[in-house]
């Protein structure tokens, strides 16, 4: 997908400016409430006029003032999935889904409404009214009814704010696998560092009206860790588990980890502070943490008080902070042998 | 003696046809009006909203001598009918034009706050789902705003029934073929010895208001459990 904007808007008091390309599958829109992402979201998919300005999606004018074009939001194949999913009350779990699949041209049609029922689990909703659905539903209905349209992009207005923890972790796996095997380009919009890891490659961050910076995800994460009382937490992606005992060994790349969590999946997302870790110069013979990873100290970089840590473990990298005075004792430096030794409890299971 | 003449039933016949019709002739026009003034910037949009509750607030005598004025032979619109060899005065056409004027604020009152409590995210969601306005005004904003519709359509009905005033002077009150309920009730009592058939018709009246009442609250029911 390519993006091409470049708008200005004025809504009372508040200017909303921005100015950006982007070429890419997964792209988030992150930034505090009240900075502009939705007025952004808003103007891309024709629900706001600019007052001046061009917006271009894959070669197409959405709008482009000097010329006059404006299309109509139904005219520009962007489809919206809105914080409260706004599923037609008045409609049967069906027929919302089937409402833009039935106004979308058939050559444009390349989904299979039963594909995405399968996907997104939602067969046994079919026929149910949209009143008594829990807010998880919901939102899968209101992904499936945009999905069905085959929009040439896909936003996504804050769909997890609201979900409790739980749910959340439990629709991400859905949205990953919605868009990797319907290949539609996403733009997520959300204020949570955590969500924008799990569903974004590259970033828009948006503050006071304007965007302020581009930048991959990753990075993001790891630039919000020097703002004060901020940490940063390990994202590490795991394969199927064995049974260890009364635990399990996860494979993570060429490492295994043992967690106390269970899973019969084959994918496994789980998170781990980075202030849950410790160093140690020396393997120590024996602790009561399960895990003792031989690492190679990368990158240093000391903030205040605090100091980060890249540490590679084989191919996969950790992310470890500590305080000055640690760093000094066990004279650490890049290059140099240390072992980290983590607790099977100190892993969270996301996904 | 029985309990109705058969002038009776004519009188209740008639007071049906001309409120079904009023209701329905006046409801896509009221749906219409109701649009123009939640969903558009029109200029003037005060003096539609005044012309339309007009009638809410004027005598209903009133409304019908302009009605009269309007109509009559050498009246705006009446001289034109003429020419069409119409006539409105007098005759049942008179009496439903009359009962829809006069119930029409009610009906726009209500379809209107029934549209501006929906949710304008709906037509938003529609229209990025592919629905130009007009289909996403028709597949969402109208039935999410017919439990709205129906009410108003109900208050016009029961207003029309009752009407009066307007009816009288621009249709007159000709047995069998303007009289309708209050017309005929105001008959029986003008004249000596008429007041045990007006006290039947009377309690005619109550009945049928109390059906159109049960009705709706029946069917407003059914459309909220949908």
Not at chain 1, 93 to 99: D, P, S, T
Not at chain 1, 199 to 220: F, K, N
Not at chain 2, 18 to 37: F, I
Not at chain 2, 80 to 104: E, H, K, M, P
């Amino acid at each position: 997908m390519q993006l091409d904007v470049s708008v200005r808007k004025q809504q009372g008091t508040f200017e909303f400016n921005a100015e950006f390309s982007l070429t890419g599958r997964r792209i988030g829109l992150f930034g505090p409430s009240g900075s502009g992402k939705s007025t952004l979201m808003h103007l891309i998919a024709g629900l706001l006029q600019p007052d001046s300005g061009c917006i271009r999606l894959d070669g197409t004018v959405l709008f482009d003032a000097a010329a006059g074009v404006n299309l109509p939001p139904e005219k520009r194949r962007v489809g919206v999935v809105f914080q409260h999913a706004h599923l037609f009350p008045h409609l049967s779990v069906r027929r919302n889904l089937l409402y833009g699949w039935r106004r979308t041209p058939e050559a444009d049609r390349h989904i299979d409404p039963e594909a995405i029922i399968e996907v997104l689990n939602l067969a046994h909703l079919l026929d149910r009214g949209v009143n008594l659905l829990s807010g998880g539903e919901r939102q899968r209905i209101a992904l499936a009814r945009t999905v069905l349209t085959c929009p040439r992009l896909i936003l996504m207005d804050e769909p997890l704010t609201g979900l409790d923890e739980e749910l959340k972790f439990q629709i991400i796996p859905y949205l990953n696998k919605v868009f990797a095997r319907f290949e539609i380009p996403l733009l997520f919009i959300s204020h949570s560092l955590l969500e924008m890891r799990l569903m974004t490659e590259q970033v828009l961050v948006v503050g006071e009206g304007r965007v302020e910076r581009e930048m991959a995800t990753e990075d993001l994460a790891q630039s919000a860790w020097a703002a004060p009382r901020q940490g940063y937490v390990n994202l590490l992606r795991l394969g199927r588990p064995q049974p260890h005992g009364d635990l399990w060994v996860y494979p993570w790349g060429d490492v295994r980890l043992v967690l106390t969590d269970e899973s019969d999946s084959d994918e496994n997302v789980v998170e781990l502070d980075s202030r849950e870790i410790l160093l140690f110069k020396r393997h120590p013979e024996a602790t009561s943490a399960r895990n003792m990873l031989p690492c190679t100290v990368g990158k240093i970089f000391t903030v205040g008080n605090r100091v980060r840590v890249e540490l590679h473990c084989g191919a996969q990298q950790l992310i470890v902070q500590i305080v000055p005075e640690s760093l000094r004792e066990l004279e650490l430096a890049e290059g140099k042998e240390v072992v980290a030794v983590i607790k099977a409890s100190a892993f969270r299971r996301l996904l | 003696m029985s309990f109705l003449q058969p002038s009776d039933l004519d009188a209740i016949l008639l007071s049906f046809q001309v409120a079904c019709t009023a209701t329905l002739l006046a409801t896509p026009l009221g749906v219409g009006v109701a649009y123009l003034l939640v969903h558009t910037r029109i200029p003037g949009k005060a003096i539609i909203e005044g012309l339309v509750n007009l009638p809410l607030v004027l005598p209903p005598v009133v409304i019908g001598y302009l009605l009269l004025v309007l109509f009559g032979r050498r009246g705006w619109i009446g001289a034109w009918l003429v020419r069409l060899d119409i006539q409105i005065i007098f005759t049942l056409t008179g009496a439903i034009i009359a009962s829809a004027v006069v119930g029409f604020p009610l009906l726009v009152r209500s379809i209107r706050l029934g549209m501006e409590s929906v949710d304008s995210s709906y037509r938003q969601a529609a229209r990025t789902l592919g629905a130009g306005g007009w289909d996403a005004f028709f597949t969402i904003t109208l039935p999410l705003s017919g439990r709205a519709v129906f009410a108003g359509m109900t208050l016009m009905f029961a207003r029309s029934l009752g009407e009066f005033g307007a009816t009288i002077i621009l249709a007159g009150n000709i047995p069998g073929v303007t009289q309708t309920i209050p017309l005929a009730i105001y008959e029986y009592t003008s004249s000596p010895g008429g007041d045990r058939m007006a006290l039947s018709l009377c309690l005619v009246s109550i009945l049928l208001s109390f059906v159109v009442l049960l009705a709706s609250g029946a069917a407003s029911k059914s459309l909220e459990r949908k």
